[in-house]
């Protein structure tokens, strides 16, 4: 199966239009609740060894300063996971977005709002591409961790799989301050069932 688990450029390229259109409905849904611009970039995509997924975040991930990951698994012929990263310092900002004062600020409020905002992301993106690709999904409830060092991450991202597919995007907003990572991974049977849908999408045209 493994010379199977790939994507070709006009597969990509295909799956990157996909994922904009999810993305711009994910934007408009967290511009709506903030009351503020959001920008998600255009999605990264590219298929590894799941054993390289740690060393991978090393890079994307500036853990200087302490993060919150929440994770929320996608079940369904689209099987994986959402994973949202966050600075501590952009979840506060997101939080007096919500219209949360100093004092009423602690670790359970922030956990709580980026478990929302991870809800929004994870609704609004995959539940789109599932329904471009004529399939459903459905979500677990999400978890959310403190991360200080990429080795926590030991145990919250997919192993037992040969390949997963990273679709990645950074959420920022400009007058807040506030940057965020979204990365869904779907694992070995999901890419061969994205890769035939998305074979067939450009095949009608």
Do not use: R, W
């Given at each position: 199966?493994?010379?199977?688990?790939?994507?070709?450029?006009?597969?990509?390229?295909?799956?990157?239009?996909?994922?904009?259109?999810?993305?711009?409905?994910?934007?408009?849904?967290?511009?709506?609740?903030?009351?503020?611009?959001?920008?998600?970039?255009?999605?990264?995509?590219?298929?590894?060894?799941?054993?390289?997924?740690?060393?991978?975040?090393s890079k994307e991930?500036?853990?200087?300063e302490e993060h919150?990951?929440?994770?929320?698994?996608?079940?369904?012929?689209?099987?994986?996971?959402?994973?949202?990263?966050?600075?501590?310092?952009?979840?506060?900002?997101?939080?007096?977005?919500?219209?949360?004062?100093?004092?009423?600020?602690?670790?359970?409020?922030?956990?709580?709002?980026?478990?929302?905002?991870?809800?929004?992301?994870?609704?609004?993106?995959?539940?789109?591409?599932?329904?471009?690709?004529?399939?459903?999904?459905?979500?677990?409830?999400?978890?959310?961790?403190?991360?200080?060092?990429?080795?926590?991450?030991?145990?919250?991202?997919?192993?037992?799989?040969?390949?997963?597919?990273?679709?990645?995007?950074?959420?920022?907003?400009?007058?807040?301050?506030?940057?965020?990572?979204?990365?869904?991974?779907?694992?070995?049977?999901?890419?061969?069932?994205?890769?035939?849908?998305?074979?067939?999408?450009?095949?009608?045209?």
């Amino acid at each position: 199966m493994e010379n199977k688990i790939f994507l070709t450029e006009d597969e990509k390229d295909c799956l990157q239009e996909l994922m904009n259109v999810a993305y711009g409905s994910a934007t408009a849904a967290i511009t709506e609740i903030l009351d503020a611009f959001a920008k998600l970039s255009i999605p990264k995509i590219q298929i590894i060894n799941a054993n390289e997924f740690q060393p991978y975040l090393s890079k994307e991930l500036d853990l200087e300063e302490e993060h919150l990951v929440s994770l929320q698994q996608i079940n369904g012929t689209i099987c994986g996971e959402n994973m949202f990263v966050i600075d501590k310092k952009s979840a506060k900002n997101i939080a007096y977005k919500f219209g949360l004062e100093e004092d009423e600020i602690n670790e359970e409020e922030v956990c709580d709002i980026v478990l929302e905002i991870t809800n929004i992301l994870s609704s609004s993106t995959i539940s789109k591409l599932a329904e471009d690709i004529d399939t459903d999904v459905s979500f677990s409830a999400p978890t959310i961790n403190n991360l200080t060092s990429i080795s926590q991450l030991n145990n919250l991202f997919i192993s037992k799989y040969e390949k997963i597919i990273i679709i990645s995007t950074q959420l920022n907003f400009d007058d807040l301050n506030i940057s965020a990572e979204l990365f869904i991974l779907t694992t070995d049977n999901s890419i061969l069932y994205i890769k035939e849908k998305l074979k067939k999408i450009l095949d009608e045209f």
